[in-house]
């Protein structure tokens, strides 16, 4: 293995409240972080150990020095993986260092030193893709064919995923009493438990409604699976909640219906930040609304400077070929 000889602790059992791969886990406040977290470190202790099916839970951490992370971070990028999936290992690393460090297993100046690594400096064009509004409108009319339960249930899921820009997650996470039909408004808890308030415009709100006449109103999810019967899942007493992965394969279904190219709900995010900036709202504004913690982040998603760019280019006229 290229990655120098890690110490190897006493092969006794770690308590989960004394391993910092699960106190860290513990701290992330939703299931899809902790998942993906999880596969970080997971990947970075099959880097170490050379086994690729390893687990980060009761490694030893706290032992890893800067020799030893500096060459995982080496490895990472020799393996080809991109800038972007390279820095969120580091990020993981980092943080499961400071717990270890927290938890007293790592002086201050190990832990600094080890955690002490540079992120890949890289510039790319932004992924994902636009979504048009004739896209959506496909996957609407899909769901209205559907006239189930879960047709109504995925024209509302779409248009409060269209009209927020909300992570797929954030969805998930909607209850009932988050919704307030007055207001035209949606309470987010967002990463970090942040909450945040969305709105929803008015087509979206008629579509939620309908969904809501089905679905009832106890207190539960807001969206909910349902069973082959049409039956919505009940968990203590009221409506079950999805899961993000649950909204993902519900849009993909939806726009394979509709005949349209796949895209996943942060294509959504995208186009309605997008959006929001083509009308002329303030970067601030559009920050608060999609819950960005830095104003940068919103800003990568403005399509306005290549617009400006290609309608500059249009300028330019090609010479009509003719002879010298």
């Known amino acids: 293995m290229n990655v120098p000889a890690v110490p190897e602790s006493p092969r006794t059992p770690v308590e989960p409240a004394r391993d910092p791969y699960q106190v860290y886990l513990d701290s992330l406040s939703s299931a899809e972080s902790r998942r993906a977290m999880r596969g970080c470190l997971d990947r970075l202790a099959a880097l170490v150990s050379g086994d690729e099916v390893s687990s980060g839970a009761g490694r030893p951490w706290h032992l890893l020095r800067y020799e030893h992370t500096v060459r995982i971070r080496a490895l ?3 393996r080809g993986w991109s800038p972007a999936y390279v820095n969120k290992h580091l990020v993981a690393l980092r943080r499961v260092l ?8 790592m002086t201050a100046e190990e832990y600094q030193r080890a955690a002490d690594l540079p992120t890949v400096e890289h510039t790319r064009l932004p992924t ?3 979504v048009p509004p004739e896209v959506v409108g496909a996957a609407l009319a899909a769901c209205d064919r559907d006239d189930s339960p879960a047709g109504t249930r995925d024209a509302a899921l779409l248009a409060v995923l269209y009209s927020t820009g909300c992570r797929r997650a954030e969805i998930a996470g909607m209850t009932l009493g988050d919704y307030d039909p007055g207001s035209r408004s949606l309470r987010v808890r967002g990463k970090r438990d942040k909450e945040r308030m969305v709105y929803l415009t008015t087509e979206a709100v008629g579509r939620l409604e309908r969904w809501l006449a089905v679905r009832g109103r106890p207190a539960g999810a807001l969206f909910s699976p349902i069973g082959a019967s049409g039956r919505l899942r009940v968990r203590d007493g009221g409506p079950a909640p999805m899961t993000g992965q649950a909204i993902a394969d519900i849009l993909a279904r939806r726009l394979a219906e509709a005949g349209a190219m796949p895209r996943t709900p942060h294509d959504f995010r995208r186009t ?10 303030d970067l601030a504004t559009a ?4 819950g960005h913690s830095s104003p940068a982040t919103t800003a ?4 306005r ?3 400006r760019r290609r309608e500059a280019v249009d300028r330019i006229t090609l010479p009509a070929p003719k002879p010298l």
């Open 76 to 78: 990472m990028t020799e």
């Open 98 to 105: 400071r717990e270890a460090w927290r938890l007293g297993q």
């Open 128 to 130: 994902g893709q636009h």
């Open 272 to 281: 309605f930040i997008g959006e929001l900036l083509d009308a002329g709202v």
């Open 287 to 290: 920050q608060a609304l999609v």
């Open 300 to 303: 990568r998603y403005d399509r």
């Open 305 to 307: 400077p290549e617009r």
